[in-house]
């Protein structure tokens, strides 16, 4: 399975950027996708998660309210819709897919994701 982020690029503090996530080459169990994000410096963090069958959504504290994930089975394709971006929000921002099903509180976690792409990066500045 590959996934393929695009989307990112470099926006003003309180614009808006969509992230896209595609995945091919074959099937990942179906269960959930995930969003995490890396700044420079810092450990990766957890960003925001959809269960595939189902749409049922969960984010991090510091996005919630001015993110938005989502998902369109049809064309295999997972989307982050970033709104009133921060400065904070500056980071590589990565997909992700885990193998088996995992509950809403597990999907936070990286080490539970088995597939991942390789980033595209957002900058959020003046």
């Known amino acids: 399975v590959q996934l393929e982020e695009t989307g990112g690029g470099l926006v003003k503090p309180g614009d808006s950027l969509k992230l896209s996530c595609t995945l091919s080459?074959?099937?990942?169990?179906?269960?959930?996708l995930g969003w995490f994000r890396q700044a420079p410096g810092k450990e990766r963090e957890f960003v925001a998660a959809?269960?595939?069958?189902?749409?049922?959504?969960y984010y991090a504290n510091s996005v919630q309210g001015r993110f938005s994930i989502s998902r369109d089975s049809g064309k295999s394709t997972m989307y982050l819709q970033m709104d009133n971006l921060k400065s904070e929000d500056t980071a590589v921002y990565f997909c992700?897919?885990?193998?088996?099903?995992?509950?809403?509180?597990?999907?936070?976690?990286?080490?539970?994701?088995?597939?991942w792409g390789q980033g595209t990066t957002v900058t959020v500045s003046s």
């Open positions: 080459g074959g099937t990942f169990g179906h269960f959930s």
């Open positions: 959809v269960k595939w069958l189902n749409g049922a959504t």
């Open positions: 992700a897919a885990p193998l088996a099903y995992f509950a809403s509180d597990e999907l936070q976690e990286k080490h539970n994701y088995d597939y």
